[in-house]
């Protein structure tokens, strides 16, 4: 029996995953989920054998299985090849306290290439699937790594044109460098005054307007998503939990069988859902970790049951993390409860009152990092094991620290890192010495190389010398104007 998909709020509309994938999110304004998570039918034995790709299609074709066994390997193979600097895709680094699993070998050095890699391939099979030959416009809102990911997968993909919106002033120099500075004639990147959510939620809100809806579809065009409100963006993160399962293995740190814990950098709650659907489908987790900057809503959420955004928004030099409205969270909520009416009257209150309760058991801990911390953390794993983690990275890490000392939970760890260091060198530089405080963002980039003794990585090099492509900055209520009118120069 095919595996269908549903919305959180009660939609009674039920699709493929191919059509979830093009639609990006329920009419209803809900995230699509599916009406039950598959079980692995593999041993975690066999994990071991398996190189990414295989894995990838053995997880994926029970999340996907609407798609044949030759689309969904074109997409895999299409996605997973030589822009990954790394053949194993993503490999572990080993450090004396926990596995680091590195998620930034891609193109644009961030774990969001591990997804929007392949997303560009099963968007273009589910259009021709269900017989879709309007021009699909990718609308997104980016905290920093998702909108180049986003740009890199997408640029100059026929049938498709993306816009990309990010807080003009709530990302680092090389995130924003990397953006503005991208080619392809079907992209566009637009800077916004205000922070993520405030791009997050007039997104969604351009997503969910009938009127819009239908006169650009009267036009020629569909909307989808590059977030990981697109469950076609969020069930390819499945994949590398079980892959660092099987490396852990490799690495003697675990047997087959043994839980293993996963401390995750958190800002929209995606990554860790992934983790969640792993365990959901099998693999043997134990705790997942969710590590929060000081903008910790997810982490009082966790520890009281209640989620408040009323509160003071921090930019921290985790920026990616520098989000108050997880959207992904609401899949979660959804999962725990199975009651779309619950679900859609706790999404009323947030937007109403900016909080909700919601309390159930599950296998989430949240953690947090004060930026002071986090620099310390930085500081030691650099001096002690000679490793450079970025500050998103550095959250979680310090997060494990934290849980294991308030816990001690002796389950073997893996912490999910996020970015490459040089996506933050400015910070990260500051934080290995303070004689580096005030370093200008692209000079941080050299020095710290020299300091770690790692090679720059080539898809930033030389970035602060590339041309500035889109330099447009509008306000947060002009987004969905914006998207009536710049839609028609794809």
Do not use: W
């Not at 790709?53 to 029970?62: G, M, N, S």
């Not at 989000?323 to 937007?351: A, C, F, P, Q």
């Not at 500081?379 to 002690?384: G, I, P, Q």
């Not at 500035?468 to 947060?476: F, M, P, Q, S, Y």
């Amino acid at each position: 029996m095919a595996l269908l998909y549903k919305s959180t709020r009660g939609d009674k509309k039920f699709v493929t995953a191919s059509q979830a994938i093009l639609r990006g999110i329920a009419d209803d304004g809900g995230l699509y989920v599916p009406t039950n998570i598959p079980k692995i039918d593999f041993g975690t034995e066999e994990i071991v054998g398996m190189d990414y790709k295989e894995l990838a299609y053995r997880v994926l074709r029970l999340m996907l299985d609407d798609f044949s066994e030759e689309e969904l390997r074109a997409c895999i193979d299409g996605a997973y090849d030589d822009k990954f600097d790394d053949p194993l895709i993503a490999p572990l680094t080993e450090t004396e306290e926990c596995g680091v699993l590195e998620l930034f070998h891609g193109k644009t050095i961030a774990f969001k290439d591990m997804a929007l890699s392949i997303l560009p391939y099963l968007l273009k099979t589910s259009a021709k699937k269900n017989g879709e030959d309007r021009t699909v416009i990718i609308l997104t809102a980016t905290s920093g790594d998702t909108g180049k990911a986003a740009l890199e997968g997408f640029a100059n993909v026929d049938g498709t044109g993306i816009i990309v919106f990010f807080p003009q002033d709530g990302v680092s120099d090389v995130q924003k460098r990397q953006m503005i500075t991208q080619e392809g004639k079907n992209t566009c990147v637009v800077g916004i005054k205000g922070n993520f959510d405030d791009c997050q939620t007039a997104v969604k809100k351009a997503f969910t307007d009938p009127e819009l809806k239908s006169q650009l579809a009267s036009e020629g065009y569909v909307f989808s998503s590059a977030n990981s409100i697109n469950i076609g963006r969020l069930a390819p993160q499945i994949v590398y939990y079980f892959y660092a399962y099987g490396q852990m293995i490799k690495a003697g740190r675990i047997s087959v069988g043994d839980k293993l814990n996963f401390v995750v950098p958190t800002g929209n709650f995606g990554n860790i859902l992934a983790g969640y659907y792993a365990k959901e489908m099998g693999l043997p987790v134990g705790k997942l970790v969710c590590a929060s900057n000081e903008n910790k809503v997810l982490y009082d959420f966790f520890k009281t049951g209640v989620y408040d955004i009323n509160r003071k928004f921090i930019l921290t030099s985790s920026p990616s993390m520098d989000i108050l409205i997880s959207s992904n969270l609401e899949r979660l909520l959804y999962h725990l409860s199975e009651d779309t009416d619950k679900v859609k009257g706790l999404m009323e209150g947030l937007g109403s009152a900016g909080k909700y309760e919601f309390s159930e058991d599950s296998c989430f801990v949240g953690e947090y990092s004060t930026e002071s911390e986090t620099f310390e953390t930085i500081k030691s794993v650099f001096e002690k094991e000679n490793y450079v983690l970025d500050t998103h990275t550095a959250v979680a890490y310090s997060g494990l620290r934290k849980y294991v000392g308030e816990t001690g939970d002796t389950t073997p760890s893996v912490v999910v890192s996020t970015a490459s260091p040089f996506k933050f060198a400015k910070s990260v530089l500051a934080a290995i010495d303070s004689k580096y405080e005030g370093t200008e963002a692209f000079e941080a980039v050299g020095l710290l190389s020299e300091v770690s003794g790692t090679a720059v990585p080539k898809p930033i090099k030389d970035l602060d010398k590339r041309p500035i492509l889109h330099d447009i900055c509008i306000e947060k209520d002009e987004i969905k104007d914006f998207v009536r009118n710049r839609i028609r120069q794809f």
